[in-house]
């Protein structure tokens, strides 16, 4: 008896002794990145104290004295994120419908979502900006379209995982009511995900709320150019005093977000 | 041997009491059965015992020592292990680490960081083998039937060595002959380990078979107490009868 009770232990040391070799290659792993991101260049990282304690002693007190020309850049930028997501999440919904694999008409249909999908979460929102403001000029609505675009690679594959971990049951239960598959579709997959999809969409919101404060350094409208500008003029009482600003402004938008999700379970 | 004195619990700021005052003691060796329906305060009486629900009034006192602070808690539970009707082990983990968690109460916080000693280990394949999973040992829990995850929970139980053993609804998602399987295993567990058990169920014929003695609640207030042959059919109706006062 106490034989196969050994027989066992060791069987689980073996296993817990690979699991701590992995964790050493790991950790191996993670030192030999810190070291290429020369993390442990001790001299240097001291060295760059000075010049950030002397910035951090040029931004204070903050100056708002310019206070007055911030409001409409401040609101353009909040405008920015909840028209993006807006226009994210209404195309995002159905393409994610699309590259479900329990949903999806074709095979080559969900090949062809899939991959549009990665490809516009790998193409920064910063850099969608600089081709979108090439395309229809400076302004608000490049940023919109930046976000939106951006939000929908991420947002759409987030969907069509959602519809994926769909209960097959509940679909089987709609299908035998007679119900058609495009009802089927509406009452049997999407409100079943609906809750994750309002989550994703306030998460969505939040993450675009901060993105989209630095469209303005591309051009695509918002407060992210008056930060530019005094970034630039090295009017660094001027930046804290702008970074004040979108701190109170994210940590409302946040909580709105938080408090809504709270109200929706 | 473990007693509630006037111990009471509401919920939701006072809209809701499951369980008004209630005076009860549980003696050594003894198993009881908590009958109810679902809502009439069966799982907040068992909660009490181990402090898993915060009294609103009242306490608890093991052999007339009162638990009223951390360290007396910590052995209190330590003493006295729970079994959950939806089994609540760590799914993706195998059967062995599930039943090894049992011993935490046994190491100190920083010493549970290591892994745990070659006797507790050997401890933990005892209990197995008692609920009859040895083979099972190292596979992951989620790769169980019902019935066998509930035996890893007992096992987990048991490898604590308790005094007192509390089950909550252990059978509520079990089919029939599981379910009986694992009645028996609590029953013949009790006997063997001298354990006060407390077991919560909803059906009467599965309490008349195991119970020593039968405790009734209805809408939070206890109506019967007594052994098997005193529960006459009126109880029974009276206990399944009343109205559901929505669920908690």
Redesign the interface.
């Known amino acids: 008896m106490s034989v196969s009770y050994n027989k066992i232990l060791q069987k689980e040391r073996l296993k817990r002794r690979k699991l701590s070799f992995q964790l050493v290659l790991i950790a191996l792993v993670i030192v030999v990145c810190a070291y290429v991101s020369e993390l442990f260049d001790g001299q240097r990282l001291i060295a760059g104290v000075p010049s950030l304690l002397l910035i951090f002693s040029e931004s204070i007190p903050p100056d708002f004295s310019d206070w007055q020309s911030w409001l409409r850049p401040l609101f353009d930028t909040l405008a920015m994120s909840i028209a993006g997501t807006a226009l994210a999440m209404l195309v995002a919904v159905p393409l994610g419908v699309l590259a479900a694999r329990n949903t999806t008409p074709h095979v080559l249909v969900y090949q062809l979502v899939r991959g549009m999908l990665n490809l516009l979460r790998s193409i920064p929102e910063l850099i969608m900006g600089i081709l979108f403001v090439a395309a229809v000029g400076f302004g608000v609505l490049p940023g919109v379209l930046a976000l939106a675009f951006h939000s929908i690679g991420m947002v759409g594959k987030f969907i069509a995982e959602t519809i994926e971990h769909a209960d097959p049951g509940v679909i089987e239960a709609i299908r035998a009511t007679g119900a058609s598959s495009f009802q089927v579709m509406i009452h049997g997959v999407l409100s079943q995900v609906i809750p994750q999809i309002c989550d994703v969409t306030l998460y969505r919101w939040e993450y675009n709320f901060r993105a989209s404060t630095v469209m303005g350094m591309v051009g695509a409208g918002g407060i992210g150019f008056e930060l530019m500008s005094a970034l630039r003029l090295m009017n660094y009482d001027e930046v804290s005093a702008i970074l004040l600003l979108i701190l109170l402004l994210v940590t409302l938008v946040d909580s709105l977000g938080a408090s809504l999700r709270e109200k929706m379970k | 041997m473990i007693q509630l004195n006037k111990l009471s619990v509401i919920y939701n700021r006072g809209i809701l009491t499951a369980l008004h005052p209630t005076t009860i003691e549980f003696r050594r060796g003894e198993f009881t059965v908590l009958l109810g329906t679902s809502g009439a305060g069966k799982s907040t009486l068992l909660r009490s015992l181990n402090l898993l629900n915060t009294p609103t009034s009242g306490e608890v006192s093991v052999a007339g020592v009162c638990i009223n602070n951390a360290r007396a808690l910590r052995n209190h539970r330590r003493n006295t292990a729970m079994i959950f009707q939806q089994h609540q082990l760590m799914r993706r983990q ?1 059967a ?1 680490y599930n039943v090894l968690a049992g011993r935490l109460g046994y190491y100190s916080s920083l010493r549970s960081l290591l ?1 745990m000693r ?1 006797v507790d ?2 401890l933990a ?2 209990c197995l ?1 008692r609920v009859g999973l ?1 083979d099972k ?2 596979e992951r829990v989620d790769c169980l039937s019902g019935g066998q995850m509930q035996r890893v929970g007992i096992a987990r139980a048991l490898v604590q060595q308790p005094k007192v053993l509390l089950a909550d609804e252990p059978v509520a998602s079990l089919d029939p002959s599981c379910a009986h399987q694992v009645m028996s295993l609590l029953q013949g567990l009790c006997a063997e380990k001298n354990m006060t058990t407390v077991v919560s169920l909803h059906q009467v014929e599965f309490a008349k078979i195991y119970a020593q003695r039968i405790v009734a609640l209805v809408e939070g207030q206890v109506i019967f107490d007594g052994c098997v042959d005193e529960l006459t059919d009126d109880i029974v109706k009276k206990i399944y009868s009343t109205p559901l006062l929505g669920s908690y």
């Open positions: 195998t062995l892994p070659e280990r050997q394949l005892h083998e040895l040992a190292l």
